[in-house]
């Protein structure tokens, strides 16, 4: 292992975190190339196809020059040091980053083979094909049924009430919440444990039949347990849907996702599969990092 031997190197990013003890060990020989990926960045069948894409907060860019393609119904899984742009990147994904004043989306963003950034296209209901899990659990302050309603509400999904009804107990129980609420529907989501609300809150995103779920750090919140129900979940969701998952977690990247991607200082610097990743990644600062050597 040479990197052991290697000199810290000290970049702003990573002197910005002083909240835990981070042994600043990156290797001295360690080269990125802007727009350079080593790895598979590619996919056969892709769901998405960015090429190029770069994120602005004003004049600083978060996001420099990344392409990748996310193939249909894969689970991908974004690693890398707190700051390095993972849910700047996610949030391009639907057009999160619109909200933000500031922010700029520069590149060739391709759902489906259509821009995603067309001014024309119609972003609710691109959020419907393209729903988002946060870090924290966020369920309106409404009753259960209510919150996997909402959405096929606004979106006209369910002609009549025992559609909605259909509706809500399916997505609950692709939630695997099904049994735990059905007796208290009408109960306030806000009274749930914060592992139920997060499943509730994949509920509400299931609920509107979305293409794409993007999830970012959702079980940070989470104890071991509640992590591991939506986990298991995230495995089952795989079979129908693209699933891109942020997470701080490199256990969690390994047992939820085919493809990891090692992203650092804006850079995207490794896409492989998982397991290559993790016992034999192309690129050293992915070594550095998987071995715990900064983060
Ligand atoms: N709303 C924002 N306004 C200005 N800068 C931001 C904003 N969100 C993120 N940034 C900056 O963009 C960079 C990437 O942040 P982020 O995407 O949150 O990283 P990560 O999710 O990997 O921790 C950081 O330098 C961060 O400070
Ligand atoms: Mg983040």
Redesign the pocket.
Known sequence: MNSMNATAIRTE?MSEKVAKPVINEQPENAVITEGTTVGQPFADDPKFKLRNVEVF??E?P?IKNISLDIGRNEVIAFI??????????LRCLNRMNDS?D??RVKGSLMLDDQDLYDPKRDVVELRARVGMVFQKPNPFPKSIYDNVAYGPRIHGLANRKSDLDDIVENSLRKAGLWNEVKDRLDATATGMSGGQQQRLCIARAIAVSPEVILMDEPCSALDPIATAKVEELIAEMSESYTIVI?THSMQQAARVSDRTAY?HL?HLVEVNDTDKVFTAPDHKLTESYITGRFG
């Open positions: 990013n907060y004003g600083s978060a890398g040091p707190s700051g390095c742009g993972k849910s700047t990147f933000i500031i922010c942020v992203f804006g």
